[in-house]
């Protein structure tokens, strides 16, 4: 099934996205609160549609199991070139499938040091991937 990586944040239990195999598992549980970029396994993207680790059978399985999809900004952040424009495109593909399916959204900095990023800075980064301002949930680990 691949590598299942979990963050425990005191009572939030963040999963970090995997294969399709990984993000199926972790929205059809109740005990998952944020599903954290599940385009991270996604390796290359179809013909007419990217590969963004989510599709609308998901999207409704994360609203009715009220589990969140996380866009880590520090992935964003650490990568360049075609790569970074490869994972803004899936978190793009991500935001409207997340809006049409009425799933909560999180922007994720995980930082070593939390005042690094302010959080308009992570809302003005939701807003280019998409977002309506009232969308934005911002959450520091």
């Known amino acids: 099934m691949g590598k299942v990586s979990v963050i425990d944040r005191g009572k939030m239990n963040i999963v970090i996205g995997g294969g399709e195999k990984v993000n199926r598992k ?9 599903l954290l970029s599940p385009e991270e396994g996604s390796e290359r993207d179809f ?7 989510l599709n609308q059978v998901l999207c409704k399985l994360a609203k009715q199991n009220k589990v ?35 799933v909560r959204m999180v922007i994720v900095n995980h930082t070593a040091e939390l005042s690094e990023r302010a959080e308009g800075d992570l809302r003005s980064v939701g807003v280019c991937l998409g977002m309506h301002p009232k969308e934005i949930s911002v959450l520091y680990l």
């Open 26 to 34: 972790v929205v059809e549980s109740k005990k998952i609160d944020i």
């Open 68 to 102: 969140a999809i996380g866009f880590s900004f520090n992935k964003i952040l650490n990568t360049d070139g075609i790569r970074r424009a490869l994972i803004l495109g899936r978190m793009m593909q991500n935001v409207k499938l997340c809006r049409k399916y009425k």
């Open 47 to 53: 013909m007419h549609s990217r590969g963004s680790g």
